[in-house]
């Protein structure tokens, strides 16, 4: 019972941490060549996300993942008016709101079919 448990939350938590390092990367480094800091950082968080989605087995993984990222994001730019990492402009929206428009999408997307229905084999009946 306990490997069970250790086995399902060791890979979250590793999503997680790798999340929190990606997160702090993108948002540290999203306004050093306006726009394309920004969209290199997006994409990096896309690729991310969506990797997590096709490698488990369900959207834990993914889920974790963009959690470290978003949660880095907020601790960064704690504050009303921002801070000096995530500034209230419109860089910084796009940052915030972007990964939560990959998040979204990517969660929300339906399961992926296994690569075994891709093998050409065509399901046959029994007795046939």
Do not use: C
Not at 38 to 65: D, E, P, Q
Request: proline share 5%.
């Amino acid at each position: 019972m306990a490997h069970t448990v250790i086995s399902a939350t060791l890979p979250a938590l590793g999503a997680f941490v790798a999340g929190v390092f990606i997160g702090a990367v993108v948002t540290l480094h999203h306004r050093s060549l306006p726009p394309l800091g920004l969209i290199l950082g997006l994409v990096l968080v896309a690729a991310y996300v969506m990797g997590l989605r096709v490698l488990g087995r369900n959207r834990t993984l993914a889920l974790s993942g963009v959690l470290g990222v978003l949660v880095t994001q907020m601790v960064l730019s704690a504050g009303l008016g921002g801070s000096f990492v995530v500034v209230a402009e419109p860089l910084g929206y796009g940052l915030t709101l972007g990964v939560v428009v990959i998040a979204l999408v990517v969660l929300a997307w339906p399961k992926l079919p296994s690569a075994a229905r891709y093998d050409g084999a065509r399901p046959t009946r029994e007795g046939d």
